[in-house]
T-cell receptor, first 110, second 113 residues
Framework: QKEVEQDPGPLSVPEGAIVSLNCTYS??????FMWYRQYSRKGPELLMY????GNKEDGRFTAQVDKSSKYISLFIRDSQPSDSATYLC??????????FGTGTKLQVIP | DTAVSQTPKYLVTQMGNDKSIKCEQN?????MYWYKQDSKKFLKIMFS???????INETVPNRFSPKSPDKAHLNLHINSLELGDSAVYFC????????????FGQGTRLTVV
């Protein structure tokens, strides 16, 4: 079993839809949870990070962490064509090693 | 100004050759990383350096040798390239305490033929 499992997608939604992206993990030592966005042929860029359980909102993006279920989510409201990218979840135990999911490719259709 | 820059962006080479990828960051970060992203988009850490000192070495073949001349630079040298080394290699940097916020370069697409 991989330490971090991510829904593979690809996910195709119409513009304006609410998108839900998810990851599960097995390592209970993970404390920091991140979401990165990667456009085609670009490097990943950090969208959001949260520490421990709870919700965090930033504009149209909301990150949720449920440590009891070892489950994290990223919600995108009012999705735009510019949101089309691969979304990578990532997590760490606070040391320098960050473990990434395999990414979910999202396409928002105008 | 680009925060984390890598050169070259594309690299096509034959099996058995030796090649280097260079990385520079102008963010003043203390920690730099090399990641490998395979064809399935799986991003895996290879090395981590903090202030020129090797911190993480993730069971990477010793054909891969990172070199950090100063904390703003982390280069990757690869000896005796193999077909399986074909991937996109990303350099990244972060503050030591803020490893949750890593800034990535644009990647080097290495193709071994």
């Amino acid at each position: 079993q991989k330490e971090v499992e991510q829904d593979p997608g690809p996910l195709s939604v119409p513009e304006g839809a609410i998108v839900s992206l998810n990851c599960t993990y097995s390592n209970s030592a993970f404390q920091y949870f991140m979401w990165y966005r990667q456009y085609s042929r670009k490097g990943p860029e950090l969208l959001m990070y949260t520490y421990s359980s709870g919700n965090k909102e930033d504009g149209r993006f909301t990150a949720q962490v449920d440590k009891s279920s070892k489950y994290i989510s990223l919600f995108i409201r009012d999705s735009q064509p510019s949101d089309s990218a691969t979304y990578l979840c990532a997590m760490s135990g606070g040391y320098q090693k960050v473990t990434f999911g395999t990414g979910t490719k999202l396409q928002v259709i105008p | 100004d680009t925060a984390v820059s890598q050169t070259p962006k594309y690299l096509v080479t034959q099996m058995g050759n030796d090649k280097s990828i260079k990385c520079e960051q102008n963010l003043g970060h203390d920690t730099m990383y090399w990641y490998k992203q395979d064809s399935k988009k799986f991003l895996k850490i290879m090395f981590s350096y903090n202030n020129k000192e090797l911190i993480i070495n993730e069971t990477v073949p010793n054909r891969f040798s990172p070199k950090s001349p100063d904390k703003a630079h982390l280069n990757l040298h690869i000896n005796s390239l193999e077909l399986g080394d074909s991937a996109v290699y990303f350099c990244a940097s972060s503050q030591v305490e803020m490893n949750t916020e890593a800034f990535f370069g644009q990647g080097t697409r290495l193709t071994v033929v």
